[in-house]
């Protein structure tokens, strides 16, 4: 039986697919990508990353879980 992979697009939103042509030139996309975002900016695409990876809908500061679990498929 085949799994078929589900990406979350939350993750790539309205972005198109760059290619590049070595790793430095990559690096410095980023770098130049990263450097134009404010570091809430950047701790709230974190923020996002860590929800999908983890499965949470949404994520509320007053109202934090007390535990958390993991389930492995």
């Known amino acids: 039986m085949k ?4 990406e ?3 993750a790539y939103e309205s972005r198109k697919i760059r290619v590049f042509h070595s790793f430095e030139e990559q690096e410095e996309y980023e ?3 990263m450097s ?3 570091s809430i900016e950047i701790l ?3 923020r ?6 983890y499965g949470l809908k949404g994520y509320d500061p007053n109202n934090l ?3 958390h679990s993991i389930k492995i498929l």
């Open 48 to 53: 996002k990353f860590i929800n999908i990876a």
């Open 3 to 6: 799994k078929k992979l589900k």
């Open 8 to 10: 979350p697009e939350v």
């Open 65 to 67: 879980p007390k535990k």
């Open 36 to 38: 134009k975002l404010t």
């Open 44 to 46: 709230q695409q974190l």
């Open 31 to 33: 770098i130049s990508e």
